[in-house]
């Protein structure tokens, strides 16, 4: 099951969170989700060059709030925060008019994030790079700055060959099945001249569990607290007697 699902929907209830978080009636739930894909649409057309991992969106009364997720806050800010001023009044227009808050919060590590590593790898073949050049160091940085494990996968003409296939690397852990595990998920498409390349690519993240928490009570031999067992050796010549 966890082969043919997407990592982050199949873990919402559990350890995700939804990106679109606002209650609405059956008549309105339609009209705001679109309106949500057109913010979430044009806020990545408009900050292309910005890492734009993922666009939260929340709602209440006639408020919205949008979170962008970007590995270079940077450019989103702008000069004296002149950028984002524009992109508030852009984002405003298209939610009818509502009264927007917009907040930019900073990837901390663009290599370990599913979705700027898919998307800077379709990059790199957009520029004719190796497929498996990029595939290689896109898994290597990502060991190399913590992640447990990391898979690749790219389907299309590679190499511009006339014949489509599928090529995939994988090295370390990457548990699908595992609820608890912390692996995220990206997907982008590289327009190239032969067609469009797809790159899939999932990244199995550290987290915190007890095994991890008490680890260092195993690693420095202490003996468990508990009640103490008897002493082997000779007994107490009192109690042989």
């Known amino acids: 099951m966890g082969q043919k699902v997407n990592p982050i929907g199949f873990r919402i209830p559990i350890t995700r969170a939804w990106q679109s978080r606002w209650f609405a009636r059956k008549p309105e739930f339609g009209s705001l989700l679109h309106e949500d894909l057109k913010v979430r649409e044009y806020v990545k057309e408009r900050l292309a060059q910005a890492a734009v991992s993922k666009v939260t969106i929340e709602r209440f009364a006639n408020r919205v709030r949008v979170t962008v997720h970007s590995g270079r ?3 989103v800010i702008g000069r004296k925060g002149a950028e984002i001023d524009l992109l508030k009044a852009d984002v405003a227009k298209l939610t ?6 917009l907040d930019i919060k900073e990837v901390s590590q663009p290599e370990t994030d599913a979705q700027l590593v898919a998307e800077n790898i379709s990059q790199q073949l957009v520029r004719r790079i190796g ?3 990029a595939m290689k160091r896109a898994i290597s940085t990502a060991l190399d700055m913590g992640a447990l494990g990391a898979k690749i996968r790219c389907s299309g003409r590679l190499g511009g060959a006339e014949l489509a296939r599928t090529e995939e690397f994988h090295e370390g852990k990457v548990p699908l099945h595992t609820l608890k595990a912390n692996v995220d998920y990206g997907f982008a498409e590289a327009r190239t001249v032969a067609g469009a390349i797809g790159v899939k690519v999932w990244i199995c993240k550290p987290e915190a569990s007890e095994d991890d928490t008490n680890g260092h009570d ?6 468990q607290k508990g009640p103490k067992g008897r002493p082997r050796g000779k007994r107490n010549p009192k109690q042989q007697a």
């Open 96 to 101: 009818g008019g509502k009264e927007v808050y």
């Open 218 to 223: 195993a690693k420095a031999r202490k003996a």
């Open 73 to 75: 806050p940077g450019l």
């Open 131 to 133: 497929f498996k050049r």
